[in-house]
């Protein structure tokens, strides 16, 4: 195994393979990207081809290409290691040893998959599917677009795919439970019950094409006709299961990715139809939730694709408290969000591409922001001539307004505001000064983070050691260079045992080249090396200007000793004073002067 790894390794170049996922920019040695794994506007996450690594100076994410396919992905070594070996061309010497866990959800994969063609094999090619085929058609919903999205219609009847389960497939009834398409038949009935029958179905696919559950959906009941009316909800899930977890997944996805890349934004919508009709009227880069709620993980997937969301949900959507809570969310997760706008023309996107389709694209190319929507939307649903409306008015937006970071921007929504409700900007201000949180504290993040930090070390020396070796080892020439440092600060690593660790490396080995370097260093100190390496290849000095920067900083660090130095001295001179001891006072005193002369002379070459 660590053979294949290795291989493919080298056959695979980091820059090619993150560069499928996220857009790079070259910037000398190395490249440069916003993080797809923390919201960010200004890049911090860099691409070495040298060493084949990455590191985000934002969030402290890094690795290999492994890594960066699991963090990206979502998967396990093994999965990663699977889908880079494909890439690569490779095929996998395979352990059949599956863990029980594994071999269980590869068995209900099997089963979800097997469920998914049956349901599509009756509607399609079934007389129990025609009403479910005729409703879809009726709908605009074309044979190309069914085959494409695998809909299908489940029968009223559960024995018939139950026993096309179990006797033709040989599945087992426990299995079959367990992938939440079934249940088990209460008092004591043999067999299974199936959660969708008489109902249309929608397979949830991952991103990745496999099937985890299923949506299902009531007919209307002209196309049922002879049959009792269900009293269900019009649309229900897959319960939750060891594969399906509502709160991670996004309708549509796996077809949609590849022209949110494209196209720079994603559309969300609610439910299956409102994605189906946009897509299969050339509108791709769109996606739906199950309700007006986002959640963290399905945000932090959409991330991977794009930072801008257009939300296209049912036009109540902005009187939905989940909905609020949603784009409360998403805005401090960094996302630029919009509203695609139908109302009062059109309830949804379904709705508004079956009535107009010229219309839904005009609206698509110029959404609104966010905060335009909101005040739009709240002055719309309340009088803003009577007291109560003004209120209800300030009580929707300003929670929203208060979200707003840029001071320039928020006082112009203010302004629209007030005039929008007859009053003055300053105290729209006043009543926003009500719903203002604290601030949350800023994260500061080191330079490098090693392992320990020494508390011995002072902050501001520490940070000077850090960028030091981030000049050394980015250097053409890292040995020469250190030794050169090394030759004015003998001790200076000692005080951080890791970088020593990496210096006395760098200079007591033979040295032959920075890639093999790498590969010789101990795992522990590995993090370390790469994040100090990529953090000196972002500064991209030429040789002259890294040459300047280190004799500054050297320069810097012996400045700060001497001023530590007399700091030191000048109390051990106060004490001697105060016990009348003349005779070493006259000595500390001359020791104060020398130091005092040598930090003088390094501050005056530094002027």
């Given at each position: 195994?660590?053979?294949?790894?290795?291989?493919?390794?080298?056959?695979?170049?980091?820059?090619?393979?993150?560069?499928?996922?996220?857009?790079?920019?070259?910037?000398?040695?190395?490249?440069?990207?916003?993080?797809?794994?923390?919201?960010?506007?200004?890049?911090?996450?860099?691409?070495?081809?040298?060493?084949?690594?990455?590191?985000?100076?934002?969030?402290?994410?890094?690795?290999?290409?492994?890594?960066?396919?699991?963090?990206?992905?979502?998967?396990?070594?093994?999965?990663?290691?699977?889908?880079?070996?494909?890439?690569?061309?490779?095929?996998?010497?395979?352990?059949?040893?599956?863990?029980?866990?594994?071999?269980?959800?590869?068995?209900?994969?099997?089963?979800?998959?097997?469920?998914?063609?049956?349901?599509?094999?009756?509607?399609?090619?079934?007389?129990?599917?025609?009403?479910?085929?005729?409703?879809?058609?009726?709908?605009?919903?074309?044979?190309?677009?069914?085959?494409?999205?695998?809909?299908?219609?489940?029968?009223?009847?559960?024995?018939?795919?139950?026993?096309?389960?179990?006797?033709?497939?040989?599945?087992?009834?426990?299995?079959?439970?367990?992938?939440?398409?079934?249940?088990?038949?209460?008092?004591?009935?043999?067999?299974?019950?199936?959660?969708?029958?008489?109902?249309?179905?929608?397979?949830?696919?991952?991103?990745?094409?496999?099937?985890?559950?299923?949506?299902?959906?009531?007919?209307?009941?002209?196309?049922?006709?002879?049959?009792?009316?269900?009293?269900?909800?019009?649309?229900?899930?897959?319960?939750?299961?060891?594969?399906?977890?509502?709160s991670h997944l996004l309708f549509g996805l796996n077809f949609a990715k590849d022209a949110i890349r494209t196209q720079g934004y994603v559309i969300i919508v609610e439910g299956e139809f409102d994605m189906i009709s946009p897509f299969a009227a050339g509108v791709t880069n769109i996606v739906a939730i199950k309700g007006t709620a986002f959640t963290t993980e399905q945000l932090e997937l959409l991330r991977r694709y794009t930072d801008t969301l257009v939300l296209g949900l049912d036009s109540d959507f902005a009187g939905n408290s989940a909905a609020r809570r949603s784009i409360e969310l998403a805005d401090s997760m960094g996302f630029d969000l919009k509203v695609l706008s139908l109302a009062p023309r059109f309830k949804d996107p379904d709705e508004a591409v079956h009535g107009d389709l010229p219309f839904f694209k005009k609206q698509l190319e110029n959404p609104l922001p966010i905060w335009d929507f909101l005040i739009n939307s709240a002055v719309a649903a309340n009088d803003p001539s009577t007291i109560k409306g003004k209120k209800l008015i300030l009580a929707t937006v300003l929670p929203f307004l208060t979200k707003i970071s840029n001071s320039v921007i928020r006082a112009d929504y203010i302004r629209k505001l007030s005039l929008e409700i007859g009053s003055s900007p300053e105290s729209v201000t006043q009543e926003l000064g009500k719903y203002s949180a604290a601030p949350a504290a800023k994260l500061s993040i080191p330079v490098i983070t090693a392992p320990v930090k020494p508390a011995a070390v002072p902050t501001k020396k520490l940070r000077l050691i850090q960028y030091l070796l981030c000049l050394i080892l980015s250097s053409k020439n890292p040995p020469v260079v250190a030794a050169k440092v090394l030759a004015t600060l003998p001790d200076l690593f000692k005080e951080v045992p890791l970088y020593q660790k990496i210096i006395d490396l760098l200079t007591k080995e033979p040295f032959d080249g920075i890639e093999n370097f790498h590969r010789s260093l101990p795992a522990e100190i590995q993090p370390t090396f790469q994040a100090a390496y990529l953090k000196g290849l972002s500064y991209n000095f030429t040789s002259e200007n890294r040459r300047r920067e280190i004799k500054t900083t050297v320069s810097s660090i012996r400045i700060f000793d001497l001023k530590n130095q007399l700091k030191n001295q000048s109390q051990q001179i106060a004490l001697l004073e105060s016990r009348g001891d003349e005779a070493l006072l006259s000595v500390a005193e001359k020791d104060y002067n020398k130091t005092l002369h040598q930090l003088l002379e390094l501050e005056s070459a530094r002027t």
């Open positions: 195994m660590d053979n294949q790894v290795e291989e493919i390794k080298r056959k695979l170049d980091i820059v090619n393979v993150i560069g499928r996922y996220i857009p790079l920019k070259k910037k000398g040695r190395h490249y440069t990207a916003n993080c797809p794994f923390h919201g960010e506007k200004t890049p911090s996450f860099m691409v070495s081809p040298e060493l084949q690594i990455y590191k985000c100076f934002g969030c402290g994410k890094g690795g290999d290409i492994f890594t960066f396919v699991q963090e990206f992905e979502k998967v396990d070594f093994k999965e990663a290691l699977e889908e880079l070996a494909k890439l690569a061309g490779i095929t996998l010497v395979r352990n059949d040893a599956l863990t029980a866990s594994e071999a269980h959800r590869k068995k209900l994969l099997e089963i979800n998959a097997e469920v998914c063609r049956f349901y599509h094999y009756i509607l399609t090619k079934h007389p129990l599917g025609q009403p479910a085929l005729k409703y879809l058609t009726d709908r605009g919903i074309t044979s190309e677009i069914i085959t494409k999205f695998k809909i299908g219609f489940a029968p009223r009847d559960s024995q018939v795919i139950s026993a096309y389960l179990l006797s033709q497939k040989k599945f087992v009834l426990r299995d079959l439970v367990d992938t939440g398409t079934f249940g088990a038949n209460r008092y004591g009935r043999p067999g299974v019950y199936d959660r969708f029958s008489g109902r249309l179905t929608f397979p949830l696919m991952d991103y990745r094409d496999r099937i985890l559950g299923f949506s299902g959906r009531i007919l209307p009941p002209e196309f049922q006709p002879g049959k009792a009316p269900f009293d269900g909800a019009k649309y229900i899930n897959s319960p939750e299961t060891e594969l399906y977890h509502k």
